[in-house]
């Protein structure tokens, strides 16, 4: 039977990672292009940097929720075997998808905090229209969208491998080839 205690550890786990990858879309950084005193140059102001720390927290606490899946799961590679049937078939797709659905999340909230840090110092000294970069809306949302596909996924994923482990019953019987005669 799957440890409740686990399921429940990791599914806190992911609903802190949703939570800050959402907050890290709702305040990422912003800029607006302002003069300085004397009218020479325009150049950038960014607002708050607090998204890229609600991204990398968000970005630990579902590693930190994989691995404890990984681990308990013995990472679907090692331990011993698990009966065939369609929990064991269910285990193996769901664990390759929620490896995908992982490495989505992970790439979105991690390539997101690095652009969102990034804060440009150009000055414009022309009168040519100054661009100031910022983080494009929706990539912190893609990792939250697929931080929650990761935790519905994964699971399912440990509840299926636990059913397929527990079910299985090694052949109690004679192994080896039988030496009588042929009747």
Known sequence: MASKLLLITVFIFDLIAFGLAVAAEQRRSTATVQQDSEKDYNYCIYDSDIATGFAVGAFLFLL????????????????????????????VILFIVCWV???????????GS???????????????????PSLRKGVFAAGAAFTLF??????????????????????????????GTYK
């Open 64 to 91: 930190a929720s994989q691995v404890l899946i990984m681990f308990a799961s013995k990472c679907f590679c090692c331990g011993k075997p698990l009966s065939p049937g369609g929990s064991r078939a269910w285990a």
């Open 101 to 111: 659905f992982f490495f989505i999340a992970e790439i979105c909230l991690f390539a």
């Open 114 to 132: 690095i652009k969102n840090a990034y804060h440009t110092k150009y000055r414009n000294i022309f009168n040519e229209p100054l661009d100031c």
């Open 150 to 179: 990761t935790a519905i996924v994964s699971e399912f994923y440990y509840v299926c491998y636990s059913k397929a482990r527990d079910s299985f019953h090694p052949y109690g019987g004679e192994v080896g080839v039988g030496m």
